[in-house]
């Protein structure tokens, strides 16, 4: 198994991880996902995966989440997951996939536990925050 990123370029925090990953030496496979969009089947697969439900990937903040009703708890999953097919933004981001798990990588470092290889270099957050160093 490759890992994997679900990345989203405008946002920093997707940024970071990536960088933390390549710093271990590691070329990812990137997926752009706001390009290619997501399946239900993907989505689904990546939550199992990950632990999450739909709502606890959802993202709330500059998504048209709120615009669409879907803060209301009593939204369900199978309305979110719609949502999150025809509105890839909807998904939080980064999701990583590795031989040691799926997880939703916020903050930039829960995609630690993750990696398979140790970081050949320090890593630092676009603020300057450091990440780890090896």
């Keep these: 198994m490759t890992t994997v990123i679900h990345h989203n370029p405008d946002c920093g ?3 970071n991880v990536l960088a933390v990953i390549r710093a271990t030496g590691t070329d990812p496979v990137v997926v752009e996902y706001l390009q290619t969009g997501w399946s239900r089947p993907q989505l689904q697969a990546l939550f199992a995966a990950a632990d999450l439900s739909p709502r606890a990937a959802l993202r709330i903040s500059k998504s048209p989440a709120e615009d669409l009703g879907l ?4 939204v369900s999953d199978n309305a ?7 509105h890839p933004i909807l998904v939080n981001r980064p999701i990583v996939c590795t031989p040691k798990g799926v997880a939703l990588c916020r903050p930039s470092e829960a995609v630690l536990p993750l990696l398979e290889k140790p ?7 676009e603020d300057g925050t450091l990440i780890l160093a090896p």
Aim: charged share 25%.
């Design 119 to 125: 970081l050949t270099e320090a890593v630092y957050k």
């Design 80 to 86: 979110l997951l719609d949502a999150m097919v025809a």
């Design 13 to 15: 925090t997707s940024r």
């Design 71 to 74: 803060l209301d708890p009593t």
